[in-house]
């Protein structure tokens, strides 16, 4: 009997603790008849948890690095087992590993991945999100963090990284490549970007059509919008936070105009749409394998929509489909 594809989860990391995690992990089982899972973690919490041991590989590493930590040096640390290096260890030498959920810190997922799981072409590897559309698509945004100070080659690079995403996953045969500037012409923008926007205009292996402002990351004018990963993670903090604040406003409306039952059915499309606990997580490109970056508040019910997101890229099915 072939083994089961096994989906790899760092419990450490959280900012609501290993049990919230561990929480999801029982509802990723749950749903999941045909995974495994491997969880890294406190060996003696995790298997005092109540989770099915019977799908369950543990992997002890007790130690979680906070975004506090240096990882490079926690990386070369032979004396404790972070718990976030030993899960990207475990996907890249497990053939049936279909990837990794993590809700650590992300530089630390950048310097284990580019330990354990490089592709073949040793691109730097990139954190992209998939951000709502209000055409109905979806566009990546690429970088969100993983890389604060960029220079345009890089750039030039996120750019190739995320349109081979959007052709293999959403079967895209052309993606429409933006690059975020604070103007449509293609003069705007700071030095890297001019210098950036140039090289992408001369690089005929991609489609670019020029620059696209911050107000039109949702319209779905591209397909892919590059951005450094400063830059990126104010557009995927802003269009979640913009989200919440009118959220509350309309709840707030409902309740002093008498139609709460109408603010809540146009809040909950918006949460649907736009709340990152429901769309999951952000993707590392340029790896082997899927490697899924949850937020550190991240609930149970977010590590289960992480966990179906693995599974339908393991189906060829697209992201949220």
Not at 272 to 300: E, I, W
Request: with cysteine; charged share 20%.
């Amino acid at each position: 009997m072939p083994n089961k594809p096994t989906i790899v989860i760092d419990t450490l990391g959280s900012d609501r603790g290993p049990e919230t995690v561990i929480e999801g992990a029982k509802l990723v089982l749950a749903e999941n008849p045909e995974l495994d899972l491997t969880l890294v973690g406190d060996e003696e919490q995790i298997r005092n948890s109540g989770i099915d041991l019977s799908r369950v590989k543990i992997i002890h590493a007790p130690h979680a690095l906070t975004n506090y930590d240096n990882p490079v040096a926690a990386f070369y640390d032979k004396s404790a087992d972070y718990s976030v290096f030993k899960a990207l260890e475990e996907v890249g030498k497990d053939e049936n590993a279909i990837g990794m959920i993590s809700s650590g810190s992300t530089g630390a997922l950048l310097v284990g991945v580019v330990r354990y799981l490089l592709d073949e072409e040793r691109h730097r590897p990139a954190l992209a999100a998939i951000l709502p559309a209000t055409t109905g698509g979806v566009t990546c945004l690429v970088d969100t963090g993983a890389s604060i100070d960029c220079g345009p080659h890089q750039l030039v690079e996120f750019a190739h990284l995320g349109s081979d995403f959007m052709k293999k996953l959403y079967k895209i045969e052309s993606p429409r490549v933006g690059l975020l500037s604070n103007g449509s012409e293609p003069g705007k923008g700071n030095k890297v970007v001019k210098e950036t926007h140039q090289l992408l205009a001369a690089d005929k292996s991609i489609n670019f059509i020029g620059n696209i402002e911050g107000n039109h990351a949702l319209t779905g004018d591209c397909d892919v919008l590059v951005a450094d990963g400063f830059a990126g993670n104010q557009v995927l903090k802003n269009t979640e936070g913009t989200a919440l604040v009118l959220i509350g406003e309309m709840m707030k409306w409902g309740k002093m105009t008498g139609h709460e039952l109408e603010a809540k059915m146009i809040a909950g499309h918006l949460m649907k749409t736009y709340d990152f606990q429901s769309l999951g997580a952000g993707v590392m490109l340029g790896v082997r394998k899927y490697v899924l970056k949850c937020r550190g508040s991240s609930n149970a019910d977010s590590i289960k929509n992480v966990a179906k997101i693995l599974v339908n890229v393991h189906n060829n099915k697209t992201f949220y489909e």
